[in-house]
Nanobody
Framework: QVQLVESGGGSVQAGGSLRLSCVAS????????MGWFRQAPGKEREGVAI???????RYAESVKGRFTISKHNAQNTLFLEMNSLKPEDTAMYLC??????????????WGQGTQVTVSS
């Protein structure tokens, strides 16, 4: 059973920062491309960032230059450092594992999510 457990969400003011974490268990961590998706109320779930087994990364245009995805293989932990947050970043952020891409079709496993709220 694959499990992805997120933490680190919260409420911040615009311009602030947050760091999300995701601990993975139940499978060979390096087998999958890991990533973060988000879903805002009334909107579709969208890919934010992914990282492959070699550490190569890809970001959605809306977060480039502000968000950084990284991972600690020995601890099976994925991170998302979010800086210069904007109100439009408000969403539930979900940790994912699957093939490498920012489309929902790339995701094989989903975490439960952690809420990020950015106030203006």
């Amino acid at each position: 059973q694959v499990q992805l457990v997120e933490s680190g969400g919260g409420s911040v003011q615009a311009g602030g920062s947050l760091r999300l974490s995701c601990v993975a268990s139940g499978y060979t961590y390096s087998s999958y491309c890991m990533g973060w998706f988000r879903q805002a109320p009334g909107k579709e779930r969208e890919g934010v960032a992914i990282i492959d087994s070699n550490g190569n990364t890809r970001y959605a245009e809306s977060v480039k230059g502000r968000f950084t995805i990284s991972k600690h293989n020995a601890q099976n932990t994925l991170f998302l450092e979010m800086n210069s947050l904007k109100p439009e970043d408000t969403a539930m952020y979900l940790c994912t594992a699957g093939t490498c891409g920012l489309a929902r079709a790339n995701v094989r496993y989903w975490g439960q999510g952690t809420q990020v709220t950015v106030s203006s």
